[in-house]
C-alpha cells in the first residue's frame, strides 16, 4: 500500500467525519473495544497513543480511554520494533570506603581540572602558561582539597601531593585513573620504600607506618571515579563564574582559601 492511499484511507474513513456529541460508550475490558483501537492505529499509520484516542473519541468513548489505549498500543510489535528501549546496565555495589566511616581524608580520591590559565606578572605583554588544579576529595565526608600544579608532569603531581599531605596528613588509600602522573607518582613511591627497605630498619618501618595505597580504576572506564568526577565538575564550574576570562598570576590562584565541603 503506498502512501498516498494511506492518506485517503485515512482521511475517508468513516470516524474522520462522524463527530457525535454523544459518542458511543465502550467498556474498558472488550474485545470490540480492542478491535476499533487496531483499526484506529492501523488507519493512522501506527500513530501513537494520544492521537489514537483523539481519533477514536470522534466516535466512541472509551471508559479511562488513555490508559486503555496506551496500554493496548504497547502490544504493537511494529511500534516495538521500531523503537526498542535499551538495555540499562544495573549499577554495581560500591566499594566499601565509600560505606564505612573513616577520618577525613583517609580514603581520598584524586583528579585533575583544567587547564586554566596564569599569568607571570600584572605586567602588559606578560607571558600566559597553562596551569591545573589537583583536586584531592574525601571519600567518606566530600571534602575537597584543591592544589595548583604547573603541569601535568609526576614531579609537578609529586609536589601538590607533598603539599597536600603536610595539610591533611598521609591518607591510608588512594583512588584514581591511570593517568602517566598517576602511575609515575605510584612508581616513585614504591620504589622509594623498596630503597628504604634496603637501607635502614628504622626508615624502612617510618616509610609503612605512612605508607599509601594506590588504587588505580580499570582503564577506559571514568565512571568509576565518580566521586571525583562530580568534584572537578564543582571546581570547573565555580572558578569559571568567579574568575571568567580573567588571567591570574600564580600567586591568585594558589587555592589556599578555595577548599571546598
Not at 242 to 261: A, N
Request: aromatic letters at 12%.
Amino acid at each position: 500500500m503506498s502512501m498516498d492511499s494511506c492518506v485517503l484511507e485515512v482521511a475517508f474513513h468513516p470516524l474522520y467525519y462522524y463527530i457525535d456529541k454523544n459518542p458511543v460508550l465502550l467498556p474498558k475490558n472488550d474485545h470490540l473495544t480492542r478491535l476499533i483501537i487496531d483499526d484506529a492505529h492501523l488507519c493512522l499509520l501506527h500513530a501513537g497513543a494520544l492521537a489514537t484516542h483523539s481519533f477514536i473519541r470522534r466516535r466512541y468513548w472509551i471508559l479511562d480511554g488513555g490508559n486503555v489505549v496506551r496500554n493496548h498500543l504497547r502490544k504493537c510489535n511494529r511500534c516495538f520494533s521500531c523503537k526498542p528501549r535499551p538495555l540499562i546496565q544495573p549499577m554495581g555495589n560500591l566499594p566499601p570506603e565509600r560505606l564505612s566511616s573513616a577520618a577525613a581524608f583517609l580514603t581520598t580520591g584524586v583528579d585533575y581540572a583544567g587547564p586554566f590559565y596564569v599569568t607571570s606578572a600584572r605586567l602588559r605583554g606578560a607571558v600566559s602558561t597553562k596551569a591545573y588544579l589537583v583536586v584531592f576529595i574525601c571519600f567518606t565526608t566530600k571534602a575537597v582539597h584543591l592544589e595548583l600544579a604547573s603541569e601535568l608532569s609526576t614531579p609537578a603531581f609529586i609536589a601538590a601531593y607533598r603539599r597536600f599531605v603536610a595539610l591533611r596528613g598521609h591518607p591510608a588509600v588512594i583512588f584514581s585513573d591511570n593517568g602517566t602522573n598517576f602511575v609515575g607518582a605510584h612508581n616513585y613511591f614504591r620504589d622509594l620504600g623498596r630503597l628504604l627497605s634496603t637501607t635502614s630498619a628504622r626508615l624502612c618501618d617510618a616509610a609503612t607506618s605512612s605508607g599509601t595505597d594506590w588504587r588505580f580504576i580499570p582503564p577506559s572506564s571514568p565512571h568509576f571515579g565518580g566521586r571525583w568526577e562530580a568534584a572537578v565538575k564543582s571546581a570547573r564550574h565555580h572558578l569559571t563564574r568567579v574568575i571568567g576570562k580573567q588571567k591570574l598570576t600564580y600567586e591568585e590562584f594558589l587555592p589556599s582559601d578555595f577548599e571546598l565541603s
